[in-house]
């Protein structure tokens, strides 16, 4: 048997297991992609982020708080 004859008949031979395939690999695929972008997203854009400002405002304090009716 073939590698081709076994996935015909484990995967194309039932509709049923066929769709099912297609979506399980879509979701699989749009997860591992969505991972991957946002991975490179935070790289390219590594202390821009509202997480790595709002660590240094914290440090740091706010010189303009707010208060100036003092």
């Known amino acids: 048997m073939s590698f081709y004859s076994t996935i015909f008949q484990t995967v194309f031979k039932r509709n049923s297991v066929y769709v ?3 979506f399980g690999t879509a979701f699989v695929f749009q997860t591992v992609f969505d991972d991957a972008i946002n991975g490179w997203w935070e ?3 590594k202390g ?4 790595d400002v709002k660590v240094k405002l914290a440090a ?3 010189a303009d708080d707010g208060d100036d009716d003092e």
């Not at 821009?48 to 997480?51: F, G, V």
Request: charged share 30%.
């Open 20 to 22: 099912g395939t297609i």
């Open 48 to 51: 821009k982020l509202w997480k």
């Open 43 to 45: 790289t390219r854009n």
């Open 60 to 62: 740091g304090g706010d």
